[in-house]
């Protein structure tokens, strides 16, 4: 179980040469949050959860962990990049066989203690036992998002990023990536998905957010954050 | 007609006897290249690194400097470096001229370009995807590198082979650089340039056999390579 956190971004901006992609964007993640953000294609969901996961510089804003003060983006990107996990829309496949992919996630992990058997428990939990000789590359895409899925699990951070992770998945794919997802969010692990189609995650999500016109607007079915994010504006200023 | 036949005979015999001679020539080419080689790979992926993934002041020109320098030519290395660690030049305290180091400073100077030219290009043409993959499941940066090493690692050895081509078989520098001394800076082709010269075709023929040979086992082991990690063997 993921102990309890809150991730705070405030008054983000991005842009790409002479692109403003994100304008004062602002967000709240906390544990067993389930955010869904739709949006119009280009209208920066991708850009975004690069920024969460670290992997982007935002070109100005603050970013807050636990309401805690702010701090240079150095600092602050490999604290994102701990505890933050980001999974592409096409999930990358090392080169290898699937217990290669997945070990390697383990191999990552320091607490995890007995390697080859959590990896071995992990390729059950996705059901991919069979598969473990298997070339990644040759998996076919909703096993490769539950190869994913699974290094994350290994990973144990605690926010997944997911960007269209239902696209283009058959039924049975897609209700077993749900379910995957919700024993996630259960664990306490904050779940943020960039989706057009949020009424696929209606059950899971906490939040359903759009993103445009460069901002995030709530449509929130829990309390408005507005004194949490007064708190990551202050920690700017401090 | 004769006359080659004549001397790929003795060419071969020439190999085959262990003509100490001959064969102290293959080890000094080897010995210098392979060093050269393994002093410019590091610092070449870590160019290639910062050209693929960095984003700094200067990238593009840099890019383009490197390619230009694919295409200079062997002797404009060898003069340049000539001048420089010539007595009257800056590093001429050093005394490197017509010494293997010397050689090898050129080779390194030859293969970097090359190595930074074709490893940036793999860079470029593999998923970026994977570095990241790498770093969000929690790798650090050393580890991350690595792990992107392994995934284009067919492009470096492709890399790898046309560095060590060139160098092997490039005269211009070494005969500037290392004087074909005999028995101490005379490789293999500066040894088929003047056993040419002098009208000895064996020696040279001999010599041309074991580049030519050495070329074969490297592309044989690239393909081997390749077989092995490819996803329908």
Not at chain 1, 33 to 38: A, E, G, L, N, R
Not at chain 1, 97 to 110: E, V
Not at chain 2, 107 to 128: E, G, K, S, Y
Not at chain 2, 153 to 172: D, N, Q
Request: with cysteine.
């Amino acid at each position: 179980m993921i102990e309890s956190f809150h991730l705070g971004f405030s008054d983000i901006h991005k842009r790409y040469a002479n692109n403003r992609v994100l304008e004062g964007a602002e967000i709240i993640i906390s544990s067993h949050d389930c955010i869904v953000i739709t949006g119009k294609n280009g209208a920066g969901k991708t850009t975004l959860l690069r920024i969460i996961a670290g992997l982007e510089k935002p070109g100005s804003g603050a970013i807050a962990f636990d309401h805690g003060a702010a701090e240079p983006w150095g600092r602050q990107r490999k604290r994102l990049l701990r505890s933050v996990m980001y999974l592409h829309q096409q999930p990358y496949m090392l080169a290898g066989s699937l217990q290669r992919n997945i070990d390697y996630a383990a191999r990552l992990n320091p607490a995890i203690a007995d390697r080859a058997a959590s990896v071995a428990r992990a390729i059950r939990w996705a059901g991919l036992d069979g598969l473990e000789a298997q070339s990644a590359a040759s998996l076919s895409g909703g096993q490769k998002q539950r190869v994913a899925l699974t290094r994350a699990r290994l990973r144990d951070p605690h926010i997944l990023l997911l960007d269209e992770p239902t696209a283009n998945l058959d039924g049975e794919s897609r209700a077993r990536t749900l379910q995957m997802l919700r024993e996630f969010r259960d664990s306490g692990t904050a779940i943020v998905i960039v989706s057009h189609d949020p009424d696929m995650f209606a059950d899971l999500a906490t939040q359903q957010l759009q993103l445009r016109e460069r901002r995030i607007h709530g449509a929130t079915n829990r309390n408005p954050d507005v004194v949490e994010l007064d708190s990551v504006r202050q920690s700017k200023q401090r | 007609m004769d006359t080659l036949l004549t001397s790929c005979a003795e060419a071969f015999r020439l190999l085959f006897s262990g003509d100490a001679d001959t064969w102290e020539i293959v080890a000094i080419s080897f010995r210098v290249s392979s060093l050269a080689i393994l002093c410019a790979v590091p610092p070449a992926l870590l160019i290639a690194f910062a050209l693929a993934y960095g984003n700094f002041f200067g990238r593009r020109l840099l890019i383009s400097m490197f390619n230009t320098f694919l295409s200079v030519p062997a002797v404009v290395i060898g003069l340049t470096l000539f001048i420089l660690l010539s007595r009257q030049g800056p590093m001429g305290d050093f005394k490197l001229l017509f010494t293997q180091t010397a050689m090898g400073l050129g080779q390194f100077l030859l293969c970097l370009p090359i190595l930074v030219c074709m490893v940036h290009v793999a860079l470029q043409a593999a998923d970026r995807a994977a570095w990241e993959t790498a770093r969000t499941l929690g790798a650090s940066r050393l580890h991350a590198f690595f792990t992107v090493l392994y995934e284009i690692r067919f492009g470096l050895l492709a890399a790898l082979l046309a560095g060590y081509g060139r160098i092997i078989s490039e005269v211009g520098a070494s005969m500037m650089l290392g004087g074909n001394i005999a028995h101490y800076t005379r490789n293999i082709p500066t040894a088929i340039a003047l056993e040419t010269s002098k009208g000895a075709f064996a020696e040279g023929i001999a010599l041309g056999i074991v580049l030519l040979f050495l070329a074969f086992l490297v592309n044989a082991l690239l393909q081997y390579a390749q077989g092995k990690g490819s996803i329908n063997p």
